[in-house]
Every structure is written in structure tokens, then in C-alpha cells.
């Protein structure tokens, strides 16, 4: 049976999953991703048009990871596209380069044309694409889908009783040691019929890295999600983040990855396999100290773990398989998944 893979999360660590997956020679992947978001650009807009909106930020974000890696592999996505000249990849090149432009008041030059495709196209994400897909005459590598089309904002309530209203307000307590302790919506939504079906249909859902409240855990909130995740018998993948947040994933373990997601999900086992860095906390500290400093000063760490620690999932009958696909920015001492080298580790887990 061919693979129907589903990715849930948005930021950066959803497009670089999906970069993987194609680079593994997936296809038809349905990339769903939250549009709750209050921040940053996307916070600006939403206030514009009085919250009447959705964010597309990362659903634009997912969208563009889906464009397919190379020009031979273009023609392995459809064959009524011609083959692809040099040409036409600096086309293609030329618009990413533009719609990611953002000019002196911070206007994103993509959001603005998504967003004006969506009014065009009376809030048809899927029509969007497809004139994507025209414009650029290529075929995506499958469908970004964001979780609700109602418009709605992410609600958290802390350690010491505090609530507080709009995504923005993760990152703004992103360095706190107020952790968050619940997470809603105001007001509730349903999630679109597209997401419900993509999950329920799926034969592999992967958990991508991320913030785990604002990108992962907001999108089990719209209703039919729980439903859909309980119904579905897809075999489900958590790519575990490389640093903690202090408000969210500070000292997490994988039993406590565990217990969160049972509890947003709503399933007994909300994962069968959980993706983590082969290396533990203190040996990454210990082979790179520079960087562990330039993370313990935002109040991060590494998250690996210990042999022990990974064990504690298979009383769970949850299998934990470790690799190294970390990509260390030296100059900048940052830490990311590396796509090439997620893509063979996908690749096996999946096929």
C-alpha cells in the first residue's frame, strides 16, 4: 500500500520534515498546520481585519517546503508537466525569493498575495494552490491544510494561576519559569473537513519539532480533531525538538513528551515511535560546550536523553529510535534537523 503520510506542525520544523520526506521520495503529503497564530507580521494583519482572518503563516510556510527539491524529481510528481529547463527553476527560484521579500514596515510581499488568493477565492485554501501551481507550472509535492478556517486565537493558563490570551504571548513568556499548565481556544472552532479526513485516512502521521504548545499540541484543539486521531489507525511519529523552551519543554523527558500529548489527544497511546537525538544531554554538553552555554543563556538545553530514559517508553509498547540529524550552525551556535540526513532516517522508519 502506498505511504499516506500526514505532518502536523508549522515554524520551521515542520518544512524541514516535509523537505525530508521529499527528499525521500514521498509523495501526496498532506502538511496541516495550525492558523491560530497573533504574532509577528501575521499578529499585525489579523488586528487589520479585526481578527476576521486566519494565520498563514505557517500554512504558507509548509506550502513552500513543498515544492519539490530538484528539477528531475518534478517530473516524478506529474506527468503532465513538461520537463523543467534551467530557466524555469530560476522562475521558480525568483518567486520564492519574492514572496518572501519584506519591505521596510515589515510587510511580507507572500502573505500579502496569499491572502488576496484566499479573498479571490472565498477562503478555498485548496483553490489557492492550485492557481499556485499554475502559476509556477509545477505540482506541489502534496497539500498544506491548516487545521481551522475559523478564526480564532490560543488561550494558556500558567503555574501561578495567570491567563493569557494570543500566540504572541508564548514567545513574549518563551524564556519564563512561569510554565504553561493548560491551552485552549477563544473561541472553539472546528477543524477543516480536509484535515479530518488527511488524518483518518493516513498510514503515517509525524508530531514535527516545534514550539510544542503553539505549533503541535494547538492543533488537537479545533473540534473533530480527537475524533479523527482515535479513528485513524495510522502509525504515528514524534520528531522529538533538539532544545527546550523554559515555559514549555524545560527538562522534559520522553515519558513526560508521553503523558502531554495523551492528555491533548485524548489517546491512550498518541505515538508509536518517538524520533530523538542519539546523543544525551550531557555528552552534547560535554562535546559541545560553547553552544550549551549559548543556549543555557535563554534558559534552553539539549534535549537528549539517557539510555534509561529513552527505555521508560517500552512499558508503553512505544519504540524510541535514536539518530543524528543534527545540523550545528557554527557561527551563530544553533542547532536544527538536517533534511538530508532526516530523509534516510524517515525513509527506513516509514518504509
Not at 45 to 53: A, F, L, N
Not at 255 to 262: C, G, V
Request: glycine residues 6%; hydrophobic residues 35%.
Amino acid at each position: 500500500m502506498k505511504s499516506k503520510i500526514v505532518t502536523i506542525g508549522g515554524g520551521t520544523g515542520a518544512p524541514v520534515v516535509i523537505q525530508a520526506l521529499l527528499l525521500a521520495g514521498f509523495t501526496n503529503i498532506s502538511c496541516i498546520c495550525a492558523s491560530m497564530d497573533s504574532g509577528g507580521k501575521t499578529g499585525t494583519i489579523r488586528s487589520d481585519e479585526r481578527d476576521q482572518v486566519i494565520a498563514i503563516s505557517d500554512l504558507l510556510r509548509n506550502l513552500l517546503a513543498l515544492i519539490p527539491p530538484t528539477s528531475t524529481n518534478l517530473r516524478k510528481y506529474s506527468s503532465e508537466i513538461p520537463s523543467i529547463s534551467e530557466g524555469h527553476k530560476k522562475n521558480i527560484r525568483a518567486f520564492t525569493d519574492m514572496v518572501s521579500f519584506i519591505d521596510g514596515r515589515q510587510r511580507n510581499l507572500g502573505y500579502t498575495i496569499y491572502y488576496a488568493l484566499l479573498e479571490k477565492y472565498k477562503n478555498d485554501f485548496l483553490k489557492v494552490q492550485a492557481h499556485l501551481e499554475k502559476l509556477l507550472s509545477i505540482k506541489f509535492g502534496g497539500t498544506a491544510i491548516p487545521i481551522t478556517t475559523g478564526s480564532s486565537n490560543l488561550c494558556f493558563k500558567t503555574r501561578d494561576g495567570q491567563i493569557f490570551h494570543g500566540e504572541h504571548e508564548l514567545d513574549k513568556q518563551s524564556m519564563s519559569r512561569n510554565t504553561i499548565t493548560k491551552l485552549w481556544l477563544d473561541p472553539k472552532v472546528k477543524a477543516t473537513p480536509e484535515a479530518i479526513t488527511a488524518i483518518k485516512t493516513a498510514t503515517h502521521i509525524i508530531y514535527c519539532p516545534g514550539s510544542l504548545y503553539g505549533s503541535i499540541l494547538s492543533n488537537f484543539l479545533p473540534k473533530g480533531i480527537k475524533t479523527a486521531l482515535k479513528a485513524s489507525k495510522a502509525k504515528k511519529i514524534l520528531i522529538t525538538n533538539l532544545v527546550s523552551n523554559r515555559n514549555q519543554t524545560h527538562h522534559f523527558t520522553p515519558k513526560k513528551y508521553l503523558r502531554i500529548f495523551q492528555r491533548y489527544t485524548g489517546l491512550k497511546k498518541p505515538f508509536n515511535l518517538l524520533l530523538a537525538p542519539k546523543q544525551s544531554r550531557l555528552c552534547f554538553n560535554r562535546l559541545h560546550p560553547k553552544i550549551a552555554a549559548s543556549y543555557a543563556n535563554e534558559h534552553s538545553h539539549f534535549l537528549g536523553w539517557s539510555k534509561k530514559e529513552r527505555q521508560s517508553l517500552h512499558q508503553y509498547n512505544i519504540k524510541v529510535v535514536t539518530s543524528n540529524t543534527i545540523s550545528i550552525t557554527p557561527q551563530l551556535n544553533r542547532l536544527r534537523h538536517d533534511p538530508t540526513k532526516l530523509s534516510h532516517i524517515l525513509k527506513k522508519i516509514i518504509k
